[in-house]
């Protein structure tokens, strides 16, 4: 099974972004193997189990050694750098396609508080927090975010866009500004509009009582299709994880499964 939750090619990627370890100044138990480590995470990324409650019998390591590796490469950028890694080979192969965007939010529990939590409007106030997402035309993931949900989809529109990567194309210079850009009511405003097209980026965004969604969703499904995949790892349907870059962590792994899954097919 783990070899299942790490495949050769996935690890012959993320094993040259890793940080080298520190040595240690005293010898004590051998330091728990990096692969391993990986496979415990996505275990729990994808079962939604406590880190306690990892099988170490299994993995031959704690779920808090797996935390703690998580925590390192947190602090390194790893899985950020990996999705960049997986987008350019994407991208070389003219999988990545930028002449339509989709954006789109989701509201998941906070059980725990913690940073970048809000009441959430639509739970009875309770604490929650949104994933915001940014796709290609095909619902790749490019860009995404972490807010709380009492913050206005709106207000997420450009910081999501300003974090698409450059991108390397099959030809000329990488690309990260797309043609056109779709969006429900939610990202309605003139002020949105004005500025997408000064960026050069067409705007589709819904406006109340004009477009219908019925019209304009024909091409922003493909971004509520990605957040259903990303529901599909259960530790992201609600968030345990008091540390917002933790679990930010945890959603960027997500979406790197997904690319990687593409890339294969």
């Known amino acids: 099974m783990a070899r299942e939750l790490v495949p050769d090619a996935l690890w ?42 990892l099988p170490q019998k299994q993995f031959g390591l704690s779920g808090m050694t797996a935390w703690r590796r998580l925590e390192q490469w947190t602090q390194a950028g790893v899985f950020e750098k990996l999705q960049r ?65 009492n913050v206005h989809d709106i207000h997420e529109l450009f910081p999501l866009l300003d974090a698409i990567p450059d991108v390397k194309q099959p030809r000329g210079p990488p690309r990260h500004r797309p043609a056109k850009l779709h969006a429900d009511k939610a990202y309605s405003s003139r002020r949105n509009r004005q500025e997408l097209r000064r960026r050069g980026i067409v705007p589709r965004i819904a406006r109340p009582g004009i477009e219908s969604k019925q019209r304009l969703g024909r091409h922003r499904w493909v971004v509520e299709r990605t957040n259903d995949w990303k529901n599909q790892k259960r530790r992201l349907r609600v968030r345990d994880e008091r540390r917002d870059d933790i679990y930010f962590s945890l959603l960027v792994l997500g979406c790197c499964l997904m690319l990687f899954r593409r890339l294969q097919t």
């Not at 480590?37 to 880190?51: D, S, Y």
């Not at 990545?96 to 529990?109: K, N």
Request: positive net charge.
């Open 12 to 53: 012959e990627r993320l094993a040259p972004l890793l940080p080298v370890p520190k040595k240690k100044k005293k010898p004590g138990r051998p330091r728990a193997d990096d692969r391993v480590a990986l496979e415990a995470i996505i275990f729990v990324l994808r079962t939604g189990i406590p880190w306690e409650m």
């Open 85 to 149: 890694t997986l987008l350019d080979e994407l991208g070389e192969k003219g999988l990545v396609d930028f002449s339509r965007t989709s954006i789109d939010s989701s509201t998941v529990r906070a059980s725990k508080g913690g940073p970048y939590t809000g009441k959430n409007p639509t739970d009875r106030a309770k604490a929650g927090s949104k994933h915001h997402l940014l796709v290609d035309r095909k619902g790749l993931p490019l860009a995404e975010s972490l807010t709380g949900a």
